[in-house]
């Protein structure tokens, strides 16, 4: 890796934080030269093929639609139960949902919530991406899928909520990675990984410190944010993660969502 002139891409959330902040925040992180853009994962994706960066942390499914990227290994943003921040918002019981209205910001979460409609819950609703606001998003659909900072916020209490990470545990008995460090193999090079990990390591060590830095430009209390990196991310990519990866994989694939759609611009 050339020092001093990579660029690292991520998702823009707050989960993203403990696994980038090693690179702006720490002496020995700066160091390392990185500069790290933050857009959707709905953007970031197709930039990886044509090595725009040296790795981009994104959604998982990128990696199942694009065989030809590599993962670095131990590092993920994944949940072993409820995620808190990938969810769906019902006006009527499960049963009854026809239509759903899903969040273009997303790519994997999307791809999850119609696995676990379609296979676990037996539905055929009717799909329209739209721009992740709720009150948007439910004037015409029964149910709404919000990720991220915004799938992360308290709304009405009238509600029927399923948390995506949940139904995923429930349904599977195991955790579920939503985004993972993907890029070219001629960029990700062990030296990369290495740093990843470092950068992980750190993090991890450090969740109380990168929550008080980073929740109030998140739109979230220091106690949320503390609660939210301690009971509901997990970082760590290890051989249960590896598992809910490729059962998800192949769930994918079994449902025909495979295919590679057209970026989406995004609303913002």
């Avoid at 329209?128 to 709720?134: G, M």
């Avoid at 470092?198 to 991890?204: C, D, L, T």
Wanted: net charge negative; with cysteine.
């Amino acid at each position: 890796m050339n020092a001093f002139n990579f660029k690292l891409g991520s998702v823009p959330y707050l989960n993203a934080r403990p696994l980038t902040d090693w690179f702006s925040e720490t002496e020995e992180g700066r160091g390392r030269g990185a500069s790290v853009e933050y857009i959707l994962p709905s953007l970031l994706a197709p930039r990886l093929e044509p090595g725009d960066f040296a790795a981009g942390l994104v959604s998982s499914v990128a990696w199942v639609r694009r065989p030809q990227l590599v993962y670095a290994p131990g590092v993920a943003v994944a949940c072993d139960g409820p995620v808190r921040s990938v969810r769906l918002f019902s006006q009527v019981p499960l049963a009854k949902i026809r239509r759903v209205a899903l969040d273009t910001s997303s790519l994997t979460s999307v791809t999850l919530a119609r696995v676990l409609l379609e296979e676990r819950f037996g539905l055929t609703p009717e799909y329209t991406p739209l721009a992740p606001d709720l009150e948007t998003m439910l004037q015409d659909h029964d149910a709404a899928l919000l990720i991220g900072d915004k799938g992360y916020l308290d709304y009405d209490a009238g509600l029927t909520v399923l948390d995506l990470g949940e139904a995923w545990k429930e349904w599977t008995n195991l955790p579920f990675v939503f985004a993972l460090w993907i890029g070219r193999p001629d960029l990700l090079t062990p030296e990369l990984q290495r740093d990843l990990l470092i950068a992980k390591e750190w993090g991890v060590a450090h969740l109380d410190e990168v929550a008080a830095r980073r929740a109030a430009e998140h739109g979230e209390s220091l106690e949320r944010a503390q609660a939210y990196f301690s009971h509901a991310i997990v970082y760590n990519l290890g051989a249960r993660e590896e598992a809910g990866l490729q059962l998800f994989a192949q769930k994918v694939r079994a449902h025909g969502l495979i295919q590679n759609p057209a970026p989406i611009q995004s609303t913002h």
